[in-house]
């Protein structure tokens, strides 16, 4: 077992109160699975990626813990955090352009980073030189500047040195969002070859787009509201989900070969609860079509099938 | 009816603007009224230069845009007003186009007293309600709000409007969506392609292959400010001719199919071959990055169905 998060509530502290943007939410990934974290914006899905890897001054996590291969993760505690941070948990941000130092050239730059885990530059470099060759990126990028390569190239950079040190758990947030098809298609394809080489022991990668996972991860979590509401195997979560909001988004999904001629699309109307102070019972039921009395009260997440577990009165 | 013929742009860039950067490149189709035209390529392909052009928010290097016949580089002063009476544009971020400090009103208050002058009060709250319902929108859910209380698809929706307030013939949307959530996005788009019952002209401009499919009844395919095919949006996406179009429909993440493999092209493998770069500068002493490729021919492949010309022969 790899990853195993119990409980985690994870608040932003604000004048009006604490908002719960991650709100009980348990599970665990396995060594070498790829899980994608999906939802609409403000479910949740950055802060709980984040939180696993550095909380920022205005997160609190409020209860719950998680455990990275059998070691609790000092969450709340900054310093003890960093013996893990990049070790054995590394983030991959969206932006590669605004991770990347723009004024140091990147060889420079990764020296900086691994100098600052005490490792020296030199002893690592063999193997970085054989990761970008790897990725396909020629070793002479070392003596680049960021703003000499593409985006694409940049984001593969972060990639191989996010991994550099053969983390166990790798969080991808966003990744593919800002890129081009070709680039995020590269760059998916490179998430699946860092776990099948086993640089990479498992991956969560964050996304709000559906299908780029089906091509990437080996099981979906949905979130909504802080909640967890489905979570499966891909193939299940596309082809038969059994959580209202899981069918509606992807019914709300154009795809090649949809056309607007020939059969119209629908959203899902209405927008998530605030945060703040969140309904009781089901917070998805006043976007509904299914809802009726029983969603007063908080449908528990169960498992219905081996690993399809959902969170809904009717699903069962 | 607007018509792009041989419409080129270029940046100046380099050291003290010494170079040429060509964003845009002898770039010619029209949008017909009740069609929307899609317009797709990935990022640094002009796309938004097109359209920004159009708006007139960019002059044209070489080449004419004409509006019924009409060329809109030349229009000053009345014309010019009433050319945006007829082509108004929607952008991508509907955040960033309201003033944080007023209400959402006030840019339909601006474009009463510079359009509707004459407009009684009475008669004016009527076209403004009319509007905001063709655009699916609550007038008393939207209307003396600020921005930051509403989300960002009604903003959008509101930004839709406004241009839907003039008599406009032809509705420039770049990138409409892409901000917005899953789950509203697909609802500001119907509300484009509904646009072309009332007889208007879209140009939808986009990265995203899947959603130009959606709502499009012609496509465009861009790279690096040159066309390189274009027609009716179901031969396009049906017949693909050209490698690069192939690859981007390969690159699609789909919802029930996986990728498949590559076609192993000539060169360079993978999909980085076609990777975007930035167009180069062409630098007046020193050149880096040698002249520009030639601007290809486009040569009709089928009825209505345009491809540029590749060596070795297309697809």
């Known amino acids: 077992m790899s990853l195993d998060v119990q409980h985690l509530v994870v608040a932003y502290r604000t004048l009006r109160g604490d908002v719960r943007a991650v709100d009980d939410v348990s599970f665990s990934v396995a060594d070498g699975e790829i899980m994608g974290l999906a939802g609409e914006s403000g479910c949740g899905k950055s802060t709980l990626g984040n939180s696993l890897v550095r909380l920022d001054g205005r997160m609190r996590v409020l209860a719950g813990r998680v455990l990275l291969d059998g070691t609790e993760l000092p969450l709340s505690d900054w310093d003890a955090m960093d013996e893990f941070r990049f070790k054995k948990i590394s983030l991959v941000p969206q932006y590669s352009m605004s991770a990347l130092n723009p004024t140091r050239r990147i060889g420079k730059m990764i020296s900086e980073v691994v100098r600052s885990r005490k490792i020296r530059y030199k002893d690592v470099l063999p193997e970085l030189e054989r990761r970008l060759r790897l990725v396909g990126l020629p070793t002479d990028v070392l003596?680049?500047?960021?703003?000499?390569?593409?985006?694409?190239m940049n984001q593969r950079v972060v990639m191989v040195l996010t991994t550099l040190l053969d983390p166990s758990l790798l969080v991808a947030d966003e990744v593919t969002s800002a890129l081009d098809v070709s680039t995020q298609r590269a760059v998916g394809e490179l998430l699946v070859e860092l776990r099948d080489l086993g640089i990479v022991t498992s991956t969560i990668m964050i996304t709000h787009d559906l299908s780029i996972l089906v091509q990437v991860a080996d099981s979906v979590m949905v979130m909504y509201a802080g909640k967890v509401v489905e979570r499966a195997?891909?193939?299940?979560?596309?082809?038969?989900?059994?959580?209202?909001?899981?069918?509606?988004?992807?019914?709300?999904?154009?795809?090649?070969?949809?056309?607007?001629?020939?059969?119209?699309?629908?959203?899902?109307?209405?927008h998530p609860p605030s945060l703040l102070d969140p309904p009781?019972?089901?917070?998805?039921?006043?976007?509904?079509?299914?809802?009726?009395?029983?969603?007063a009260v908080e449908?528990?997440?169960?498992?219905?099938?081996?690993?399809?577990?959902?969170?809904?009165w009717k699903a069962s | 009816m607007l018509n792009l013929e041989k419409l080129s742009k270029s940046f100046r860039g380099g050291s003290f603007g010494s170079g040429a950067i060509p964003a845009v490149r002898q770039v010619s189709f029209s949008i017909a009224p009740g069609e929307v035209t899609s317009l797709i390529g990935?990022?640094?392909?002009?796309?938004?230069?097109?359209?920004?052009?159009?708006?007139?928010?960019?002059?044209?290097?070489?080449?004419?845009?004409?509006?019924?016949?009409?060329?809109?580089?030349?229009?000053?002063?009345?014309?010019?007003?009433?050319?945006?009476?007829k082509v108004q544009g929607v952008f991508q971020d509907p955040f960033s186009c309201y003033n944080p400090v007023f209400r959402v009103d006030r840019i339909f208050t601006m474009l009463e007293r510079e359009y509707f002058?004459?407009?009684?009060?009475?008669?004016?709250?009527?076209?403004?309600?009319?509007?905001?319902?063709a655009v699916g929108l609550n007038p008393t859910d939207v209307l003396g709000k600020f921005a930051h209380e509403l989300s960002g698809g009604q903003l959008q929706r509101l930004l839709v409007a406004r241009a839907l307030l003039l008599d406009i013939e032809i509705l420039v949307a770049d990138e409409v969506i892409s901000m917005l959530d899953a789950s509203t996005r697909i609802d500001v788009l119907n509300l484009l392609a509904g646009l072309k019952a009332r007889g208007l002209g879209v140009l939808f401009i986009t990265h995203d292959l899947s959603l130009g499919h959606y709502i499009s009844e012609h496509t465009v395919i861009l790279r690096r400010g040159v066309v390189l095919e274009m027609g009716e949006t179901a031969k396009v996406f049906g017949n693909p001719q050209h490698s690069y179009t192939k690859m981007l429909l390969a690159s699609v993440p789909r919802l029930h199919s996986h990728w498949e493999p590559l076609e192993p092209a000539a060169g360079s493998a993978g999909p980085d071959r076609f990777e975007p770069r930035r167009p180069a500068v062409a630098r007046a002493r020193r050149t880096h990055a040698g002249p520009p490729e030639p601007v290809p021919l486009l040569v009709e492949v089928e009825?209505?169905?345009?491809?540029?010309?590749?060596?070795?022969g297309p697809g």
Do not use: N
Not at chain 1, 144 to 151: A, D, H, R
């Open chain 2, 117 to 133: 002058g004459g407009l009684g009060a009475r008669e004016w709250s009527v076209k403004l309600h009319a509007s905001l319902e």
């Open chain 1, 280 to 295: 009781t019972g089901c917070r998805f039921a006043d976007r509904c079509p299914f809802a009726s009395a029983e969603c």
């Open chain 2, 42 to 85: 990935e990022s640094g392909s002009g796309k938004s230069t097109i359209g920004k052009m159009i708006l007139r928010l960019l002059p044209v290097t070489s080449g004419t845009i004409t509006f019924d016949g009409v060329d809109v580089a030349s229009l000053k002063g009345a014309a010019l007003k009433e050319y945006y009476r």
């Open chain 1, 233 to 270: 195997p891909t193939a299940t979560i596309v082809d038969a989900p059994r959580h209202p909001y899981t069918k509606l988004l992807i019914a709300s999904l154009p795809e090649v070969g949809v056309r607007y001629a020939e059969h119209v699309l629908t959203g899902i109307p209405g």
């Open chain 1, 143 to 152: 003596a680049k500047y960021p703003i000499e390569l593409s985006g694409g």
């Open chain 2, 303 to 312: 009825q209505g169905h345009l491809v540029a010309f590749e060596q070795g």
């Open chain 1, 299 to 312: 449908p528990p997440l169960v498992e219905l099938e081996s690993g399809h577990l959902v969170a809904c």
